[in-house]
């Protein structure tokens, strides 16, 4: 074991470090005219869409000493602030540099957004009008021309509200004019149970810059009186088969359409059982408003059911996609779906491995940890995430491990129409971390600190004291589940990291198996392995690569290796260096990758290996351990030297 590398990676807070101001191309060029104007949900999309990125009032303002949000009411609109601080470019926190703001959100703060409503056309006196959120961290409450509209909490999940009847409006009904939108915003950060991933207060070494407030795509689009609420896809394992449920907010006839299949049905009187999971109201959505009153408008739903006699199948060397057509009366959506599925079987010699349609398929995997220079969560355009992927690709990964952060819905496209799988992890949350206990031991001796019960007699040692973080976690992943079931690439849930928060592991595998029984589950990253899911999942910086076969009757993958760090001048955020082993030239980083990964890693994909998980895409502030620079600008590796 490198145990002088390992205790030299030990992260320490370095809050009051000065951070370069490093750009990216695409922040360097952005226009703050036409930011990130892109369609937000491609696998739900519709004609109306009316963008509201682009510059809003803000304000930072300190919370009243006597400020309770769970008793909030209305009257607070009137503590909206008359006169606002100036502009931010609303999707970017004001922590990042394109916000034009870079003031910190604390926890004793209100963030205050405010702007006018464009314009809003009615096409039929019924239609109505739906204002989503891509994601607002952590808790924002909602008002339009003064009133409360409503409430959403957490801080990565999209939210939709029906704004029709706050709106002003003309006499005719038709014309909505000089509306106001205001968002009030408090963020814990770090200091709380909730869930935040990376973020923290204090910055420092694998930890990084928190960020607030609106950090994706805001919108409105008009629907028809009856509308199309959901869609869950689900191909099945034969390869053949196809599922599709809608629901709908009122009764109707619905059309599924795609090439060589149309089908035409009105509600079911039997719901499928599946589609019980589609019911719940608390769950965030970006297609339909929260807090439906499912009593007086209960949805109806229609189940689908294809057979494809030769499917085009999916996969990172042909990611086929089929177009999907799916009508309701005056509403169409246009959506997509891949015939694929993932699995966890014994192959011929009797060892358990991932598989792609049923066949072993080796997972060369890379963290990715979704932060930017200059946008922190919010990457600077499109062309930004397509960037990180398609190099990745081009360095021969096939699968990206989405680390403890949930992606804008564009990323996943991306991965899903250029061929990269994803291993989806769900947002760490919890109290401060007892990083001794949970990290440093575990790493340095896993045999020995990384086998500790996640059960109640040990819920404070993993933070995780509070029953209603508890509770409001296993919200999070439900929600998580719920909001990116559809889509084609996401093979695996990952559900906690390194103990980070972890509680009940084994119960929330049944409860994630239940929501998804298409899907794998990596149970535990790292350590504190609970026995379930279907990956023994482990982590290793600083020992010799080994292989653990059918632990369990599961697949053994490294979901965490690597990290080997270099420094590059004028393209890192600090001159500091953070990493698990350090190289002083691009040249000496090259020759320890090619080594680490041809000659320690590959063999032991004959032995067992189901996959493993490099770290990481990019530098992270001082983190300089990645694959390419914090501001993308160079690619440390050469992709030949792997091939």
Known sequence: ????????????????????????????????DNVLKEYPRPQFVRDSYINLNG??????????????????????????PAEMDGLILVPFSPEAMLSGVERRLNPEDFLWYKRDIPALNRTTDASRFLLHFGAVDQVADVYVNGRLVGSHSGGYLPFTFDITDFL??????RAFEGNTLSLRVTDSSDSSYHSRGKQTLHRGGMYYTCQSGIWQTVWIEEVPETYIRQLRITPGSDLKSLSIIVS?????????????????????????????????????????PLDSDLAEHHPSYYHFEFTIDEPHLWSPEDPYLYPLHITCGEDHVQSYFAMRFYSVDMDKDGIYRFCL??????????????????????APSDEALMFDIKEMKRLGFNMMRKHIKVESARWYYHCDRLGMIVWQDMVSGGSSYAKPVVSYLP???????????????????FSRGSAEGRSEWLREMQNTIHYLYNVPSIATWCLFNEGWGQFNAAGATILAKELDPTRPIDQASGWFDEGSGHFRSVHNYFRPLTVEVNSNNRAFVISEYGGLACHVDGHSSVDRIYGYKKYDTLDELGVAYYNLINGDMKPLIAKGLSGAVYTQVSDVEEEVNGLMTYDRRITKINPDIVK
């Open 1 to 32: 074991m490198d145990l002088i590398d390992a205790i030299k990676s030990i992260d320490k807070p370095h809050e009051d470090d000065v951070l370069n101001r490093l750009y990216t191309p695409w922040g360097e060029s952005l226009n703050p």
């Open 55 to 80: 510059h809003w009032d803000y304000s930072i303002i300190s919370k009243p000493a006597d400020f309770d949000n769970d008793s909030l009411n209305a009257t607070f609109s009137d503590e909206i």
């Open 168 to 173: 002003n409006y003309d006499d005719g009904k």
């Open 248 to 288: 709908t907010n009122k009764p109707s006839t619905v059309t599924v359409k795609f090439p060589g299949h149309e089908m035409v049905k009105s509600p079911d009187d039997s719901v499928p059982q599946e589609a019980e999971l589609l019911v719940d109201s608390s769950f965030s959505s970006d297609t339909y």
């Open 357 to 378: 349609n049923h066949e072993p398929y080796f997972l060369m995997g890379v963290l990715d940890q979704g932060y930017w220079p200059d946008g922190l969560y919010t």
């Open 443 to 461: 790493t340095l001796f896993p045999k020995v600190f990384g086998r500790m019960s996640d059960g109640p007699s040990h819920y404070k040692t």
